[in-house]
């Protein structure tokens, strides 16, 4: 069978095989194979799969899919990978919205093409609060005082698969207020078994949450979970503008055989 040429980028850690479909051809013949081109040790390994596709209304078309095979609206760490690939300003379609791409320096800058508070306040099992934010996708902010706490992991499993945000789920984000412009998080995302290094959507969320919940910050630096940073600007149209890494890491190819699928 012919082979299929990728490359592999991250984004603040946060890792994604990317394939330049504008044939439209992969999503059809091998999308049920995802989980298992993202799978550690037997496949490639990635948080996600991004697929580069012709658009009618944007200069490319971004399609992103977790690991578990399920297709996401947005992907804030995937865009400025998207971008990067791209290599020069452009705009990007997503299930979201347009996105708008630049560079500075080495690091990428994009347009969250959608973002809103959706629930201020909610109250969570094991007393604490949340705030549910729509970045692209949903979020769950939570902020706490302890990012190494060791039930972190375990409530995350409980509130991401909770019945008050069913039938889809929830991101979980824990953030920690290091100083008055900076927080540090940790993301849970639904349709990844393992904690992620970094999520831009979830990184916007927590920006977000923190102007309309603890102090109004147009710029905010967000740390993740190995200190990398990310820095999210909030202009007075409250679109939210992420600036930061994304890198390639190797290209390859691979041969979509049937025993990927067992």
């Given amino acids: 069978m012919?082979?299929?040429?990728?490359?592999?980028?991250?984004?603040?850690?946060?890792?994604?095989?990317?394939?330049?479909?504008?044939?439209?051809?992969?999503?059809?013949?091998?999308?049920?194979?995802?989980?298992?081109?993202?799978?550690?040790?037997?496949?490639?390994?990635?948080?996600g799969l991004i697929l580069l596709q012709k658009s009618e209304i944007a200069d490319i078309k971004m399609r992103i899919f977790n690991e578990d095979g399920s297709e996401a609206r947005m992907c804030g760490n995937g865009l400025r990978c998207a971008g990067k690939h791209f290599g020069e300003d452009c705009s990007i379609e997503t299930l979201a919205g347009i996105s708008v791409i630049g560079f500075h320096g080495d690091?990428?800058?994009?347009?969250?093409?959608?973002?809103?508070m959706i629930e201020p306040s909610i109250p969570l099992p094991?007393?604490?609060?949340?705030?549910?934010?729509?970045?692209?996708?949903?979020?769950?902010?939570?902020?706490?005082?302890?990012?190494t706490s060791p039930e972190l992991p375990q409530l995350a499993d409980l509130?991401?698969?909770?019945?008050m945000f069913a039938p889809y789920g929830v991101n979980v984000n824990y953030v920690k207020v290091e100083s008055a412009d900076t927080l540090s998080i940790r993301t849970f995302e639904k349709g990844v078994r393992q904690e992620t290094y970094s999520?831009?959507?979830?990184?916007?969320?927590?920006?977000?949450?923190?102007?309309?919940?603890?102090?109004?910050?147009?710029?905010?630096?967000?740390?993740?979970?190995?200190?990398?940073?990310?820095?999210?600007?909030?202009?007075?149209?409250?679109?939210?503008?992420?600036?930061?890494?994304?890198?390639?890491?190797?290209?390859?190819n691979f041969i979509p055989k049937k025993n990927l699928m067992h």
């Fill in 2 to 47: 012919e082979s299929i040429d990728f490359y592999k980028y991250h984004g603040s850690g946060n890792d994604f095989i990317l394939i330049e479909d504008y044939r439209g051809e992969f999503s059809s013949l091998h999308q049920g194979k995802i989980p298992f081109l993202c799978r550690p040790h037997y496949g490639i390994g990635a948080d």
């Fill in 159 to 163: 509130y991401r698969g909770h019945e």
């Fill in 199 to 252: 999520c831009g959507t979830g990184g916007a969320a927590a920006a977000l949450a923190y102007n309309q919940t603890i102090l109004q910050q147009p710029r905010v630096r967000i740390l993740s979970r190995h200190r990398e940073e990310t820095t999210f600007a909030i202009d007075h149209f409250q679109t939210i503008w992420m600036t930061g890494p994304a890198e390639l890491i190797f290209v390859g």
């Fill in 107 to 116: 690091h990428v800058r994009a347009s969250l093409p959608f973002a809103e």
């Fill in 126 to 147: 094991m007393n604490l609060e949340g705030h549910l934010i729509d970045t692209g996708t949903e979020h769950l902010v939570i902020f706490v005082d302890d990012l």
